[in-house]
T-cell receptor
Framework: DTAVSQTPKYLVTQMGNDKSIKCEQN?????MYWYKQDSKKFLKIMFS???????INETVPNRFSPKSPDKAHLNLHINSLELGDSAVYFC????????????FGNGTRLTVT | KNEVEQSPQNLTAQEGEFITINCSYS?????LHWLQQHPGGGIVSLFM???GKKKHGRLIATINIQEKHSSLHITASHPRDSAVYIC??????????FGAGTRLTVKP
């Protein structure tokens, strides 16, 4: 069983569209994250959810919105996609805060044309 | 200046060589993570350590909290070790700051 699964693996769409990326973890972790990896492979945190509460929200445009229907899911919705949104998006989970190992999904490569 | 600095950025080695990747950080931490990202893109957590040294197979991670420095060593390197190695430091509540990564290529 995959511990952290995200779908789709690839997403190609046009500017202005709205899209979602789904993430599910079956590890029973209480914290889930979304990270963005840019073309230079630099990872930056976007959102963190702990027990369905948004803990941090970096300087991310409000076109991005995380949705967590339950502790095992954290989906990422993106409205009015822009060219600069093209990147690889990783979902991850951990038990507790930063002093617990992170478990990553396989990433979603988003290409906006 | 990035709060988490890694060196070198790129590293090419011959199979069998001993590899060292360094990470220095400027933010206070409770633990430091070493991650591995394979060419296929997936990210795997290798180590999480808050003091001393940890060993897993041919991989060894050390940390010096006073000097805010950690190293990742690979003994008897192999082409399958070729990947990007990333160190990450917890920052505030559930935030994480990442190094830019070290791209390792091990040639047969």
């Amino acid at each position: 069983d995959t511990a952290v699964s995200q779908t789709p693996k690839y997403l190609v769409t046009q500017m202005g569209n709205d899209k979602s990326i789904k993430c599910e973890q079956n590890l029973g972790h209480d914290t889930m994250y979304w990270y963005k990896q840019d073309s230079k492979k630099f990872l930056k945190i976007m959102f963190s959810y702990n027990n369905k509460e948004l803990i941090i929200n970096e300087t991310v445009p409000n076109r991005f919105s995380p949705k967590s229907p339950d502790k095992a899911h954290l989906n990422l919705h993106i409205n009015s996609l822009e060219l600069g949104d093209s990147a690889v998006y990783f979902c991850a989970s951990s038990q507790g805060q930063g002093n617990s190992p992170l478990h990553f999904g396989n990433g979603t490569r988003l290409t906006v044309t | 200046k990035n709060e988490v600095e890694q060196s070198p950025q790129n590293l090419t080695a011959q199979e069998g060589e001993f590899i060292t990747i360094n990470c220095s950080y400027s933010v206070g931490i409770s633990a430091l993570h070493w991650l591995q990202q394979h060419p296929g893109g997936g990210i795997v957590s290798l180590f999480m350590l808050s003091s001393g040294k940890k060993k897993h197979g041919r991989l060894i991670a050390t940390i010096n909290i006073q000097e805010k420095h950690s190293s990742l060593h690979i003994t008897a390197s192999h082409p399958r070790d070729s990947a990007v190695y990333i160190c990450a430091v917890p920052y505030n509540n559930n935030d994480m700051r990442f190094g830019a990564g070290t791209r390792l290529t091990v040639k047969p």
